[in-house]
T-cell receptor, first 112, second 114 residues
Framework: QQPVQSPQAVILREGEDAVINCSSS?????VHWYRQKHGEAPVFLMI?????EQKGHEKISASFNEKKQQSSLYLTASQLSYSGTYFC?????????????FGKGTLLTVNP | SAVISQKPSRDICQRGTSLTIQCQVD?????MFWYRQQPGQSLTLIAT?????????ESGFVIDKFPISRPNLTFSTLTVSNMSPEDSSIYLC???????????FGSGTRLTVV
């Protein structure tokens, strides 16, 4: 089941903050966040696990509400290098092959 | 994290022909995944390839169109068969060990079918 991301796009000025949301209709074991720049492969940012463990970057944080099956990615003091498309990927609880299903993505543009 | 070498990086192919994409991983991995990313779209899982067993295909993808080989724990190929312009996409392989691991992607193969 494809997770739903919002917003579809956001435009920021350098230094501003952004929040990207990801929700699923299925119980989740983990949520993964990736950033993809045009013409490049997705790059891992963050993983959030059932039970609250979080792994990722210092300047990018995220939350995972297991009960609501929702995750949010927080980008603070945005930099020009943050521009790209952000995808959340979800692994459903009870799955047998650790399939990662991606949302449709959020296009983030950071302007000077 | 594993490092994946994927090739070719891009190709332009005639309709009706086939293209085989290769992914080499620098470490042994149990599962490898193949994704398709159509222009401006998200990543869609084609199949999961485990060494020593048949690949598991997602809904909408069939083995005759996308045959996969997984001869060992560090290598896999995806063939796009009997291509049409609708197959023009970026194809990516990925490895990830489990629900607690991040998934690493190859650099992708940009395929254009004319």
């Amino acid at each position: 089941q494809q997770p739903v991301q919002s917003p579809q796009a956001v435009i920021l000025r350098e230094g501003e903050d952004a929040v990207i949301n990801c929700s699923s209709s299925k119980a989740l074991y983990s949520v993964h966040w990736y950033r993809q720049k045009h013409g490049e492969a997705p790059v891992f940012l963050m993983i959030l696990l059932k039970g609250g463990e979080q792994k990722g970057h210092e300047k990018i944080s995220a939350s995972f509400n297991e009960k609501k099956q929702q995750s949010s990615l927080y980008l603070t003091a945005s930099q020009l290098s943050y521009s790209g498309t952000y995808f959340c990927g979800t692994v459903e609880s009870g799955g047998s092959n650790y399939k990662l299903t991606f949302g449709k993505g959020t296009l983030l543009t950071v302007n000077p | 994290s594993a490092v994946i070498s994927q090739k070719p990086s891009r190709d332009i192919c005639q309709r009706g022909t086939s293209l085989t994409i290769q992914c080499q991983v620098d470490s042994q991995v149990t599962m490898m995944f193949w994704y398709r990313q159509q222009p401006g779209q998200s990543l869609t899982l084609i199949a999961t390839a485990n060494q020593g067993s048949e690949a598991t295909y997602e809904s909408g993808f069939v083995i005759d169109k996308f045959p996969i080989s997984r001869p060992n724990l560090t290598f896999s190929t995806l063939t796009v068969s009997n291509m049409s312009p609708e197959d023009s996409s970026i194809y990516l392989c990925s490895v990830g060990g489990g629900t607690t691991d991040n998934y690493t992607f190859g650099s992708g193969t940009r395929l254009t079918v004319v």
